[in-house]
């Protein structure tokens, strides 16, 4: 039996993480024509060539000795993964996608996500990446952190303890995780479950947008201090971004702590629930 390429496999990590999806959010059959689209490559659906390809770093001037011009030539350079594609404009203006068109542009992201290489060591450790699992016509957004071990081992977005603690929250709000859609702003595990690096975070943006992009909540509810900054770009402790809510695009978006930190100060949880009432409160969600 033959042994897949990379390729194949992250292809076929892809289009599970998308029908895991699909299933969640209820959909029971695709046609043909978009079945082939979740395997078929962006740059072969007419992805620009600036997208597809990698710009080369200008020539820089040597400052070698003039003996050094005699020393083997170095080693070719791997090829550049390209950088993700950052939305220019989130106002979010025009109609939104139906379903299965957003099912197929998630499909393309997703796809783009599984082969990145942008960040070396997160590629290098990583056993998969997470794209993010819920309803592609969510009202409400989750954004998390970055995925730990058991997302990482399982390719889906919070399945650990805190994962746990996060369905809980979500269904003590009268939901279920099939309602909501749930992402990360890093699409890869960092070693030992440290903090996201801000170049590794902006590697992700373009991914992150577009996933919001194509998504278009209404809410959305960042958990932590990353999420937080990274969507609103706003260098504020937690205690003071709470209790407000804030503009992305179209949506609505509320800050809270994120329930890994509730794991270590359980004392926490009612500062979270009374987040989540005001958010519910805005959704129109009544609470028993």
């Not at 969640?24 to 962006?42: E, H, M, N, Y």
């Not at 994962?163 to 990360?184: F, H, M, P, S, W």
Request: aromatic share 4%; proline share 9%.
């Amino acid at each position: 039996m033959s042994r897949k390429t990379p390729r194949q496999v992250n292809l076929r990590r892809a289009v599970v993480q998308t029908l895991e999806s699909l299933e969640s959010a209820g959909v029971k059959q695709i046609d043909r024509k978009l079945a082939a689209k979740l395997t078929t490559p962006a740059a072969k659906r007419g992805e620009s060539a600036k997208a597809a390809t990698a710009r080369p770093a200008p020539p820089r001037a040597s400052t070698a000795p003039p003996s050094a011009s005699r020393a083997a030539p170095p080693a070719p350079a791997a090829p550049a993964t390209p950088a993700p594609r950052r939305e220019k404009d989130i106002s979010w203006s025009g109609a939104a996608l139906p379903l299965a068109k957003r099912v197929d542009a998630l499909a393309v992201v997703q796809t783009e996500v599984a082969a990145c290489r942008q960040c070396k060591e997160l590629a290098s450790t990583r056993t998969q990446t997470v794209f993010g699992v819920g309803d592609p016509k969510a009202r409400l957004v989750f954004i998390g952190e970055a995925p730990g071990a058991d997302e990482d081992q399982q390719g889906v977005p919070f399945v650990g303890r805190a994962g746990q603690l996060l369905t809980k929250i979500i269904e003590a709000c009268t939901l279920n995780r099939a309602e909501v859609y749930i992402l990360n702003v890093l699409k890869c595990r960092p070693p030992g479950n440290r903090i996201p690096l801000p170049d590794e975070v902006e590697n992700c943006r373009g991914y992150l947008e577009r996933q919001l992009q194509i998504i278009r909540p209404e809410f959305i509810c960042c958990l932590g201090a990353v999420a937080s900054r990274s969507l609103l770009d706003l260098q504020l402790p937690m205690g003071k971004l709470r209790g407000n809510f804030y503009k992305y695009g179209d949506a609505n978006v509320l800050c809270t702590y994120h329930p890994s930190y509730l794991l270590r100060n359980p004392a926490a949880k009612k500062d979270v629930w009374e987040d989540m009432k005001l958010l519910m409160q805005r959704m129109g969600v009544k609470l028993p």
